[in-house]
């Protein structure tokens, strides 16, 4: 990015975020139902469905993929300074 902008550039970010969400009570009430509580991207859907409440574990083994793409996109930043390639290589 430094030889692109023609700038001085300082690294900083926060590549991860909270997506797995302790909580107090297992259940909540929605419209009346009680219904599984949102414990995360994760665990289960934020989407007040019983069954989409069900805890799915690939959801854990995408949010896993998912941060390995970051984290290797991230790496591709530093290395290339054509961030028209990286977007392409990422679409593909």
């Known amino acids: 990015m430094q030889k692109v902008l023609n ?6 970010g926060r590549i991860a975020g909270q997506y797995a969400k302790p909580r107090s009570s297992p259940t909540e009430i929605v419209d009346g139902t009680e219904i599984a509580s949102f414990f995360g991207d994760n665990v289960n859907s934020f989407e007040p469905e019983a069954k989409l409440r069900k805890p799915d574990p690939y959801r854990l083994l995408e949010g896993y993929n998912l941060s390995a793409l970051t984290y290797q996109t991230i790496r591709r930043l ?3 300074d054509n961030i028209e390639d990286i977007i392409k290589e990422v679409q593909d």
Do not use: A, G, W
């Open 78 to 80: 530093e290395k290339k």
């Open 7 to 12: 700038k001085p550039v300082i690294k900083i």
